[in-house]
């Protein structure tokens, strides 16, 4: 029988795998790419499992799970990625456990963040829509308001502007739509050129994202199995 550690070791070997390709294929290296590991719906158990397989970086969507989770875990070395949609009531809370915030879409956010973030410096990414004009609006920021939003970032001293994050939109080749973020992202690194990081690329998308620079990808599924369904 495989234990549930034997599961996950298969998953991240996978997905490492995956990731060792994708940059060997566009010549990138591996060490370009940080797995962040996608746990919302598991347990702080498997966290911690993941901890010991080497993870060093988890991605939570839901405040009240994120804080219960790491607060289990607070004894584990791990970096916490709040990635999910943030209400400006949840903010600060969300900056009190988090040590990067992936999800700023609004400058609403940012007072609260930088609150609940303290004496700590908290790394934030701007989410940027990656949704063709006229599409039923998911998370983000459109493009043409990165800048607004960057400068507004500039007046919390507390919180570092990190870099941009994205999700691929349903219904479109990611390929392309991680080239539109490659574009975004190019012109947003001339203004603000230590903001390297771009989180991009899914457990379905995950190859894509790397061709167009990722720096980090976001991986649940395809290393913990499918989550339950939520009715
Ligand atoms: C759930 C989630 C992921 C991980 O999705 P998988 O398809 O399970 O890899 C990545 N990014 C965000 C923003 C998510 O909400």
Known sequence: MTSRRDELA??????RGRIDRACR??????????LVVVTKFFPASDVRLLAQLGVTDVGENRHQE?????RECADLDLSWHFIGGLQSNKAAAVAAYADVVESVDRPKLLGPLARGAGERELRVLLQVSLDP??????????????????????DHPRLELAG???VAPLGEDPADAFARLAQVRH????????????SAGMSGDLEQAVAHGATHVRVGSAILGPRPVIL
Request: hydrophobic share 50%; glycine share 10%.
């Open 164 to 166: 941009l994050m994205a």
């Open 66 to 70: 994120a804080e219960a989770k790491a």
């Open 10 to 15: 298969a998953g991240l070997d996978r997905v």
């Open 187 to 198: 012109a947003f690194l001339t203004d603000h050129p230590s903001a390297t990081v771009l």
């Open 25 to 34: 294929e566009v010549g990138r290296v591996p060490e370009e790419v940080t």
């Open 133 to 154: 004009p006229g599409a039923v609006h998911r998370a983000g920021v459109d493009p043409a308001g990165l800048s607004t939003l960057a400068a507004a970032v500039g």
